[in-house]
């Protein structure tokens, strides 16, 4: 526990952490802002399929 | 049948129920509320405001002039075994944007996708900055030699992703807020 808390807070670790957080924020901004708006449409509709397709398993599976 | 009574306004058209509500034409309300460009601009201003605000300690104990040449004035810190002061300008950065992003999630009603993503995620991040931060300083801190140069790299690259995430983020709420008209009714 003590040796993965050094690690996760050493510089080189915050500096890997960092950079994947940034990235992500920019490619929020560079999906939201970047891509015509049907592209991005499509891209939403594509996600909230699966994800309802992804609660409906979890829900039948829950009553299994 | 009775007519329809307006809402208590009379026969009054909906434009006049506009004027005589603020107290100005339609077209005049729109140009008198701040544009998301503007609102950006000037949240972005301040944010730069606060970053040479914090960087001031450090130029001042070093004999300095606030810069734009960040890297060497963290060298110039680090040789005089001040760069935890240096560093500490990026925890306190993401301190005040913790707290505008929170207001920010709490107070807009209708958030769209794209901004709770965003704010999620940089919520997420600045647990984390404000963990490694406040570690990290305490460990600098400690040590009266300069940091090794591996690691003050390091340092570096870790205050300008952070530094970059909350300028986003403090974009993200320019560009989410509403800001409603104050209505003085006209008497």
Redesign the interface.
Known sequence: MNEFTDLILSPAAAKFISGFFAGVVVSIYALRFGLPAKTRIAIRERVRAASGAVRHAVHWHGHA | MPGRTNGGWGDQSIDGIFTASYGCQKGELDQSIMGRGWRAALRSGIWLLAVFVGLYPVSHALHLRPTVHLIQLAEAANQKALFRDYFFVAVVLVTASFGNVLYCMVNVERLP??AK??FV??M??YF??L??GV??FAELAEITTPVELP?LH??L??MG??V??TL??ELGISLTEKVEPSIVPAV
């Open positions: 996708s794209w993503a965003l995620f940089t997420l991040y984390y900055v963990m490694y570690s990290r690691e390091d340092d690259w870790f992703f952070a970059a995430v986003l983020a």
